[in-house]
């Protein structure tokens, strides 16, 4: 009884091992430009990030006006309010880089943090 268990638990352990190699050979995909779906079209980035996209999260003593007003002179559009976060996620204008507008932004004291929408992908 105890060959049975010790063959079945050594093939087990084959197989595991066999599998783990098959997942980590097929998927190194390191080099290749990360994709994020955008409803019905495909966007690649090989930035890292979306080249028109910002997070914004504001202090709390930021009033919503103030916001608002902010993200108009700007130029900005809100794509998305993150409730509870009080993040927005924002479309910058097409002439402006994602980078030099983070390192601008950062300097504004109402602004607790900025940073570009980063494209992660699953490996």
Same mark, same amino acid.
């Given at each position: 009884?105890?060959?049975?268990?010790? +063959?079945?638990?050594?093939?087990?352990?084959?197989?595991?091992?066999?599998?783990?190699?098959?997942?980590?050979?097929?998927?190194?995909?390191?080099?290749?430009?990360?994709?994020?779906?955008?409803?019905?079209?495909?966007?690649?980035?090989?930035?890292?990030?979306?080249?028109?996209?910002?997070?914004?999260?504001?202090?709390?003593?930021?009033?919503?006006?103030?916001?608002?007003?902010?993200?108009?002179?700007?130029?900005?559009?809100?794509?998305?309010?993150? @409730?509870?976060?009080?993040?927005?996620?924002?479309?910058?204008?097409?002439?402006? +880089?994602?980078?030099?507008?983070? @390192?601008?932004?950062?300097?504004?004291?109402?602004?607790?943090?900025?940073?570009?929408?980063?494209?992660? +992908?699953?490996?």
């Amino acid at each position: 009884m105890k060959e049975i268990y010790r +063959s079945r638990k050594g093939l087990l352990y084959i197989l595991l091992l066999a599998v783990a190699f098959f997942f980590s050979s097929c998927c190194t995909c390191q080099n290749s430009p990360s994709v994020e779906w955008r409803g019905d079209e495909t966007f690649q980035s090989q930035k890292g990030y979306v080249p028109d996209e910002l997070f914004i999260k504001f202090k709390s003593e930021v009033q919503e006006k103030e916001i608002k007003e902010f993200l108009e002179l700007h130029g900005f559009t809100v794509i998305k309010k993150i @409730e509870g976060q009080e993040v927005y996620k924002v479309k910058i204008p097409g002439d402006q +880089s994602v980078l030099e507008m983070v @390192e601008a932004l950062s300097k504004d004291s109402r602004i607790q943090y900025v940073e570009p929408n980063y494209v992660r +992908s699953v490996h």
